[in-house]
């Protein structure tokens, strides 16, 4: 591999208005000469202010319109529209240290890996140094791995808003599955499973930090889009890559955690969700 690959960075963006502006700002400003910036644009209408500063950068990035929203579509179309070596996908509203892109790129001198998945940190949160110890079961643990995770580590899944790929290797396993619908939960984790069973390493590598700003509005909001969407992807990736067994133990504890701890502060709502995991469990299990 040359020393400097050419990378692609691509941002699929829906929604977002100065928050996407930093973002892309911040990626034309990294010191990585050999890069191309694919911007994905699902939004409808800008603010003026926005619509100004697309313009102004015009000539800096490969931009390219969506008259509908939809994450995995966008994502294949950057993939599509890409002529990097090196695919990184970033959110379109996160901050990060300059030496970002040189971060992603560094671990490719070893051929044996197809995939980096970034350190992605909230705010006011800090890296993790111990990992839960579901985390080590043989055959789901990655299913429960966090990417906020302070030491490097080899992984089979990633976090779609920190990632990069070879190109090679996508065009080879295939792309994203369109058939993970709205908010798109677990779309990243099947590809990169596609990934690993192929032979490929994906390593987590803290050095390549980012972080998620969460803005408060666009974007895929998924608890505005949950529960039935949300459920029927997971069902839809367990019933793909996982057995009986391991789809109920998983199920179980994403019912803890999806539907009774996250709302013990609204319990009205809990059994409306039951009913719509319950629903989203039989559709996809058939």
């Known amino acids: 591999m040359p020393t400097s690959p050419r990378v692609s960075v691509i941002i699929a963006t829906y929604n977002r208005e100065g928050v996407l502006c930093d973002t892309i700002g911040q990626v034309l400003s990294e010191q990585y000469d050999n890069k191309e910036v694919v911007i994905i644009d699902q939004t409808v209408e800008h603010e003026l202010a926005t619509r100004n500063y697309l313009e102004s950068v015009s000539a800096r990035i490969r931009y390219i319109r969506m008259d509908h929203p939809s994450v995995t579509e966008a994502e294949n179309i950057g993939i599509k529209a890409a002529t990097g070596e090196i695919l990184l996908f970033v959110d379109d509203d996160v901050n990060f240290e300059p030496g970002f892109i040189a971060a992603h790129v560094r671990n490719y001198v070893d051929p044996a890996v197809w995939g980096v998945a970034g350190q992605v940190?909230?705010?006011?949160?800090?890296?993790?140094?111990?990992?839960?110890?579901?985390?080590?079961?043989?055959?789901?643990?990655?299913?429960?791995?966090?990417?906020?995770?302070?030491?490097?580590?080899?992984?089979?899944?990633?976090?779609?808003?920190?990632?990069?790929f070879r190109r090679q290797a996508l065009l080879d396993v295939g792309l994203f599955d369109e058939s993970y619908r709205e908010n798109g939960y677990l779309f990243g984790m099947d590809l990169s499973l596609r990934v690993a069973k192929a032979g490929g390493r994906i390593v987590h590598d803290p050095a390549a930090t980012l972080l998620h700003l969460r803005a408060r509005s666009g974007g895929v909001r998924m608890k505005a889009v949950r529960p039935l969407s949300y459920f029927g992807n997971l069902f839809r990736f367990l019933r793909r890559h996982h057995g009986r067994h391991e789809r109920f133990a998983i199920a179980l504890r994403v019912f803890f955690y999806r539907v009774l701890a996250e709302g013990w502060r609204r319990p009205w709502v809990i059994p409306a969700n039951t009913r719509t995991f319950v629903r989203a469990w039989w559709k996809e299990s058939r």
């Open 121 to 164: 940190l909230e705010i006011g949160h800090r890296p993790k140094t111990r990992l839960a110890g579901v985390c080590s079961a043989a055959r789901f643990g990655y299913f429960f791995f966090r990417h906020d995770y302070a030491y490097r580590a080899r992984v089979p899944n990633i976090p779609e808003g920190n990632a990069s």
